[in-house]
């Protein structure tokens, strides 16, 4: 008689397995898309709407970085193509693909940054300062001594 549930349990174990080699192939492949998408498909479909908006939302005086490395302002915007002035000389205007711009400065942003480097920097040279005068007071008590 044990034998008999032993022999019964042993057929729907092999039963199980035998639904899982079938099914369990299928549940492993779609798994691995499922992967895929979320590690490779989803992450350059973000990237690709963050350049469609910025690229959307360039504005005349616009300070871009170009593909190639270059920082300018943008002086007139067409349907595919902008122009780009670069440097001090007003006579340096590049017509670019938009696809060529890899980055966007609004002004006001600029002017945030720019004032955030300059507070920054302010900071590290009150630091160096403070640093400076202890190393000095330290030097005039051992002098002192």
């Known amino acids: 008689m044990n034998f008999g549930l032993l022999l019964e349990a042993t057929e729907q174990a092999s039963g199980l397995s035998g639904i899982f080699s079938r099914y369990g192939m299928i549940i492993m492949i779609v798994g691995l898309f499922v992967l895929m998408y979320f590690f490779m ?16 939302n360039m504005a005349v005086g616009d300070t871009v970085l170009t593909s190639s490395g270059f920082y300018g302002v943008i002086i007139d915007i067409g349907e595919d193509v902008v ?20 980055s966007v400065e609004k ?8 004032k955030a480097a300059q507070e920054r ?25």
Not at 107 to 114: L, R
């Open 107 to 114: 002004p006001e942003d600029a002017e945030a940054n720019a």
């Open 121 to 145: 920097k302010e900071a590290q040279a009150a630091k160096e300062e403070a640093k400076r005068k202890k190393k000095e007071e330290k030097e005039a008590k051992k002098a002192n001594k």
């Open 83 to 102: 122009i780009v002035e670069f440097g001090s000389n007003k006579n340096c205007r590049i017509p670019m693909q938009k696809s060529a711009i890899t």
């Open 41 to 56: 498909i989803r992450p350059s479909n973000k990237e690709n709407k963050r350049k469609n908006d910025m690229l959307a």
